[in-house]
């Protein structure tokens, strides 16, 4: 885990009940359970979808991402006022997220992430999507759609609505 990322869940934790982190059990999450935690952060993607796949994926914003992913942790911010550009970084670390998370339960449905035993459902979903999220390295190659031309693809297609 990048030390940073320690760093921003040992606050969190400290934070949410007063302890350090080094003195809670943690319970695993596997695959199945991830996807629930990580699926509520689609109604923060999904009005924004349209213009979010018209950017490309620019690794310069990745700090601001991060900044945004301690601002949810730490201050309930509901990245409402975030940029499109440090909100496409974290949409697409959110689809390579899920991608993981689905991958790991229709298969082995590993254990991939923790959180402390003693957090409510509220606090542990924050505290696994800043596990999975904050200064996530993704395991996939970035697909640039930002150029894609729908248009054409639909030319032969009839307006009417079926």
């Not at 974290?90 to 339960?105: D, K, S, T, V």
């Not at 542990?124 to 697909?143: D, G, K, S, Y």
Request: include cysteine.
């Amino acid at each position: 885990m990048n030390p940073e990322t320690f760093h921003l869940l040992n606050a969190f934790y400290e934070q949410t009940l007063g302890k350090p982190l080094e003195s809670c059990s943690l319970v695993g999450f596997n695959g199945q359970d991830t996807v629930k935690i990580l699926w509520s952060l689609n109604e923060i993607f999904i009005p924004h979808l349209h213009r979010l796949k018209t950017l490309r994926y620019k690794t310069q914003y990745e700090p601001e991402a991060d900044e945004a992913i301690k601002n949810l942790v730490l201050n309930g911010d509901d990245w409402s006022s975030l940029p499109l550009t440090v909100l496409r970084i974290l949409f697409e670390r959110h689809q390579q997220g899920l991608l993981l998370c689905i991958g790991n339960a229709t298969g082995e449905n590993r254990v991939i992430a923790y959180a402390p035993a003693d957090l409510n459902d509220n606090t542990r979903a924050t505290f696994v999507i800043a596990f999975l999220l904050h200064a996530m390295v993704l395991p996939f190659p970035v697909a640039d759609e930002s150029q894609l031309d729908i248009d054409s693809m639909l030319e032969y297609q009839s307006d009417a609505l079926h």
